[in-house]
């Protein structure tokens, strides 16, 4: 019997040196592509989270596409988290390091109240 992990890994494309050489990229667009397993990923995430959660995050891009339908089927709130410069309100920022480079991300900073999960 093939599993939802199964299907998911067998959808997911490596992609070697981008966006730079020595990087392999893991390319979702084949799991949105098909309907019925995105469906099955979000069932998935929202009853193994039902109840544990006051908000979901998302990290831009990839975690808007699955964070939103997430939240929603959560019944809860969703927090974008952008790069630098891209929220219009007083943001938290946080800087970390990649395989090849340094980056940011921001959020409101009104975005959690204190003790949401």
Known sequence: MTTLADRVRAAIRDIPDFPKPGILFKDITPVLSDAQLF????????A??????DVVVGIESRGFIFGAPLALGLGVSFIPIRK????????????YELEYGTDALEAHEDAIAGGQR
């Open 39 to 46: 469906h099955d990923v979000i069932a998935e995430m929202t």
């Open 48 to 53: 193994q989270h039902q109840g544990n959660v």
């Open 84 to 95: 630098p410069g891209k929220l219009p309100f007083r943001t938290r920022r946080v800087d």
